[in-house]
Nanobody
Framework: QVQLVESGGGLVQPGGSLRLSCAASGFTLDYYAIGWFRQAPGKEREGVSCISSSDGSTSYKDSVKGRFTISRDNAKNTVYLQMNSLKPEDTAVYYC????????????????????WGQGTQVTVSS
C-alpha cells in the first residue's frame, strides 16, 4: 500500500523549532521530488519547500527561506523539514507530497492527479 505519513508537528512558541518528517511506504521516495505544503484555516494551500529527486537541489517559498531546511534520507525513505525561528504565521497543517512535476524555483510545482499525499500534521506557533 502506497502511503506517506507526516509527523513531528505540535505546539511551539514563537522563535522555536520543529522538525517534520515525511515517511514513505509502498514506494521508493528517492525516485520522486518531494514537496512540503501548508494550509492555514481560511487560506489556500501553498507550497513551502521542495527537494528534487535527481541532485537533491532544494527550493523554498520566500517567507521561509533561511528559516526552513528540507532534506532527505533515502536509506530511511524519509524527507524532513527543519523549521527554525517559527512565527505565528507559520501556523498551519503541513503536508508532504511526492510530485510528478518536480520542484520549481520557489517550492514545489503544482500537484497533479495521481501524486501521493500524506494526511498532514498540525503546526501551531503561539505564546
Amino acid at each position: 500500500q502506497v502511503q506517506l505519513v507526516e509527523s513531528g508537528g505540535g505546539l511551539v512558541q514563537p522563535g522555536g523549532s520543529l522538525r517534520l518528517s515525511c515517511a514513505a511506504s509502498g514506494f521508493t521516495l528517492d525516485y520522486y521530488a518531494i514537496g512540503w505544503f501548508r494550509q492555514a484555516p481560511g487560506k489556500e494551500r501553498e507550497g513551502v519547500s521542495c527537494i528534487s529527486s535527481s541532485d537533491g537541489s532544494t527550493s523554498y517559498k520566500d517567507s521561509v527561506k533561511g528559516r526552513f531546511t528540507i532534506s532527505r534520507d533515502n536509506a530511511k525513505n524519509t524527507v524532513y523539514l527543519q523549521m527554525n525561528s517559527l512565527k505565528p504565521e507559520d501556523t498551519a497543517v503541513y503536508y508532504c507530497a511526492a510530485l510528478s512535476l518536480g520542484c520549481g524555483l520557489k517550492g514545489p510545482r503544482t500537484v497533479v492527479e495521481g501524486d501521493y499525499w500524506g494526511q498532514g500534521t498540525q503546526v501551531t506557533v503561539s505564546s
